[in-house]
């Protein structure tokens, strides 16, 4: 029966308790935080921090704290065996220069857009200046036919009575 309750206790031990070849206690610190399903979670962090360290710091912590700070020592950890020399500050400079990329591309697409709308309101403006040019044309003509037509009346009215004149002085 004892062979039984020790197989059981072992299959419900977290990553960190297998690990380290333990017993998992039903108040362990870490069992929340690196679960049997996830070990090399607990492998990264066991590696850089020692389980001790990292046992301290998720003590000193509020309950409610204690997931962010796992999750963070699994960063760093993960980090910094991926990258010996620079660890998770390389993330964040590689992370840094596409911010600075992408706020590039947004003044690039936005003076983009800038030059568009001014090339649509420079061509609306030219519209409206030309359709303006063509009623005054228009207007012109108009008046220019208006003074011809009136001109040609004055000539006939200016021969009938030089016709009708004509006579009396003849």
Do not use: W
Not at 8 to 27: E, F, G, P, V, W
Not at 79 to 87: A, K, L, M, N, T
């Amino acid at each position: 029966m004892q062979n039984l309750t020790t197989t059981m206790s072992n299959s419900t031990r977290c990553a960190a308790c297998k690990s380290l070849r333990r017993r998992c206690s039903q108040d362990c610190v870490l069992a929340p935080y690196f679960p049997a399903n996830n070990p090399q979670r607990f492998a990264c962090v066991h590696r850089i921090y020692g389980a001790s360290n990292v046992t301290k710091i998720l003590e000193k912590l509020p309950v409610e704290s204690r997931s962010d700070a796992a999750d963070c020592m699994t960063f760093e950890a993960s980090s910094r065996i991926q990258d010996p020399v620079y660890g998770s500050t390389q993330t964040i400079f590689k992370l840094q220069q596409q911010i600075v990329q992408t706020q590039y591309e947004i003044a690039k697409v936005q003076a983009e857009l800038a030059m568009h709308n001014a090339q649509q309101q420079m061509h609306q403006i030219q519209q409206q200046q030309d359709h303006q040019n063509q009623n005054h044309l228009l207007g012109q003509s108009s008046l220019m036919n208006v003074n011809s037509a009136a001109s040609e009346q004055e000539e006939e009215f200016h021969y009938l009575d030089q016709q009708q004149l004509g006579g009396f002085y003849h």
